[in-house]
T-cell receptor, first 112, second 111 residues
């Protein structure tokens, strides 16, 4: 099956801990994106990458980091600097230009 | 900041009725897209309309775009209980390299 896989589905973070959310795609898309969604809100862009080994900050990049070492993978690390990390995190991919995003099923991150 | 704002925030209708959602945005766009999200799930792309188009249809969906008013509407005809979901508009700027999402409309279709 072609698509985007996010894992884990649920993740808990302790105070001062870094956690990494996984995102893998087998659609052969060049571009990948991370969005954050708070309850009852729209999506806000954290980071995006249009090509391997390159990525750009979105609107709310502070407290997050990413890497793009492989075309298929775009992991997101929520660092201890992110003071309010509880949210639903969505990964997406698209061909070069944004004409249609394909989304994963999301990771719900909560703070213990 | 978010580009698009949807109106209404929540809409409740009976099965078989039409549902209309509106989206307003602030800056010039390359295209505007509508997505659907079931509770706790990822978003699914519904339809795209380009800045030089005024209306587009896909099945029971009809999208209009008025670039002079910086607004779009999504009409779902003959709604079904399975249409219950959140609907988001998203805009792509001139370079069409990223999407900016609105705050969404929660649609509830009552059987």
């Amino acid at each position: 099956d072609g698509g985007i896989t996010q894992s884990p589905k649920y993740l808990f973070r302790k105070e001062g801990q870094n956690v990494t959310l996984s995102c893998e795609q087998n659609l052969n898309h060049d571009a990948m994106y991370w969005y954050r969604q708070d309850p009852g809100q729209g999506l806000r862009l954290i980071y995006y990458s249009q090509i391997v080994n390159d990525f750009q900050k979105g609107d709310i990049a502070e407290g997050y980091s990413v890497s793009r070492e492989k075309k298929e993978s775009f992991p997101l690390t929520v660092t201890s600097a992110q003071k309010n990390p509880t949210a639903f995190y969505l990964c997406a991919s698209s061909p070069d230009r944004v004409e249609k995003l394909f989304f994963g099923s999301g990771t719900q991150l909560s703070v213990l | 900041s978010q580009q698009g704002e949807e109106d209404p925030q929540a809409l409740s209708i009976q099965e078989g009725e039409n549902a209309t959602m509106n989206c307003s945005y602030k800056t010039s766009i390359n295209n505007l897209q509508w997505y659907r999200q079931n509770s706790g799930r990822g978003l699914v792309h519904l339809i795209l309309i380009r800045s030089n188009e005024r209306e587009k249809h896909s099945g029971r969906l009809r999208v209009t775009l008025d670039t002079s008013k910086k607004s779009s509407s999504l009409l779902i005809t003959a709604s079904r209980a399975a249409d219950t979901a959140s609907y988001f508009c998203a805009t792509a700027g001139g370079s069409a390299r990223q999407l900016t999402f609105g705050s969404g409309t929660q649609l509830t279709v009552l059987p």
